[in-house]
């Protein structure tokens, strides 16, 4: 299922620049079933900055999700062009002193 939405993708970055994001009245969906992103249209030119804040629970990781193609696309089309990297924050700790767990 993936591989068809990326060959799709691949057919239809030729409509956005280089390093621009279009993502154009999607729906999107984990499981092919219920919908958990509805109507989103967001444009991302090339060098550009955008903040994506939120309540937990209202979409953040889905929205990424659907920025790396890794979301379902029920309706709608989600465009890129170019190379996306993502660095997820997780906390963590091992074990030692708080001045180590700092300084590594």
Do not use: H
């Amino acid at each position: 299922m993936l591989e068809e939405q990326s060959d799709s993708s691949n057919q239809m970055n030729k409509e956005v620049a280089v390093g621009e994001i279009q993502i154009k009245d999607t729906n999107a969906s984990w499981n092919g079933k219920e919908d958990v992103l509805t109507g989103i249209s967001l444009s991302v030119k090339p060098q550009e900055l955008i903040v994506c804040a939120g309540k937990v629970g209202a979409g953040k990781s889905s929205l990424l999700a659907l920025v790396m193609n890794e979301l379902k696309i029920t309706s709608g089309k989600a465009l890129s062009n170019g190379n996306i990297s993502y660095c997820p924050q997780e906390a963590w700790i091992f074990i030692g002193s708080i001045r180590e767990n700092i300084l590594f």
